[in-house]
């Protein structure tokens, strides 16, 4: 079946530096949709990028994806950390059109920004 | 907008108790799911249902039933609550087959199993 990996635990950055965090994915289909969530403490998930086009960068609120099918990832990465992206960030898959109605998650990967 | 509102926010039970977490949604929306999230396993799929009286079973479905009566409501039981069990259950509804489809959450049920 499908399968997401991320970078795994947690992720500690001091403010301003970059952020990257991975993402790769296994599946049978060629045509999959991609997402990034976000978590933040007391709130409820929410969408933070989504792609299914091959090497095309996605952006939203500062933080860019790109979606390569060749290698399968579809890594999340922002130039600048703010104390605020301190969350929980998950990535996920869905296979559309294949009858399949499954989104699947990774593992989570919890970044905290320190000043 | 929409929104996605789970009962209880928290909910205690005993062990061997069955236990029923609520989820509605205004969005209209076909498909609706139930996931269970602990730390460091992620979000797993435990039911989702694609309309009203459908119901499928994901990868942690063992030890929950579900139910999709009406369109707008979800609700997933926990058959016998396990001792010592932690865990938050996010319910989330989205409009499927369309090229702006995601996922949207609700706030989650905390259960705590003494």
């Known amino acids: 079946g499908d399968s997401v990996t991320q970078t795994e635990g947690l992720v500690t950055l001091t403010e301003g530096l970059p952020v990257m965090l991975n993402c790769t994915y296994q599946t049978i289909y060629s045509n999959p949709f991609l997402f990034w969530y976000v978590h933040y403490l007391n709130e409820s998930p929410r969408l933070l990028l989504k792609?299914?086009?091959?090497?095309k960068r996605t952006e939203h609120q500062g933080f860019h994806a790109t979606l390569h099918k060749s290698s399968s990832s579809f890594h999340l990465q922002k130039s600048s950390a703010q104390l605020s992206d301190s969350a929980l960030y998950y990535c996920?898959?869905?296979?559309?059109?294949?009858?399949?109605?499954?989104?699947?998650f990774g593992a989570g990967t919890r970044l905290k920004v320190i000043a | 907008g929409g929104i996605i509102t789970q009962t209880p926010k928290f909910l205690i039970g005993q062990e061997g108790q069955k236990l029923t977490l609520k989820c509605q949604q205004n969005?209209?929306?076909?498909?609706m799911y139930w996931y269970r999230q602990d730390s460091g396993k992620g979000l797993r799929l435990i039911y989702y249902?694609?309309?009203?009286?459908?119901?499928q079973k994901g990868d942690l479905s063992e030890g929950y039933d579900a139910s999709r009566e009406k369109k707008s409501s979800f609700s997933l039981t926990v058959t016998s609550a396990q001792k010592n069990e932690m865990a938050v259950f996010l319910c989330?509804?989205?409009?499927?087959?369309?090229?702006?489809?995601?996922?949207?959450f609700g706030h989650g049920t905390k259960l705590s199993v003494l």
């Open positions: 989330a509804s989205s409009i499927t087959g369309q090229s702006n489809e995601r996922l949207f």
């Open positions: 969005f209209n929306h076909d498909t």
């Open positions: 249902s694609i309309t009203e009286n459908d119901l």
């Open positions: 996920a898959l869905r296979n559309v059109n294949t009858g399949n109605y499954k989104y699947v």
């Open positions: 792609s299914s086009t091959d090497n």
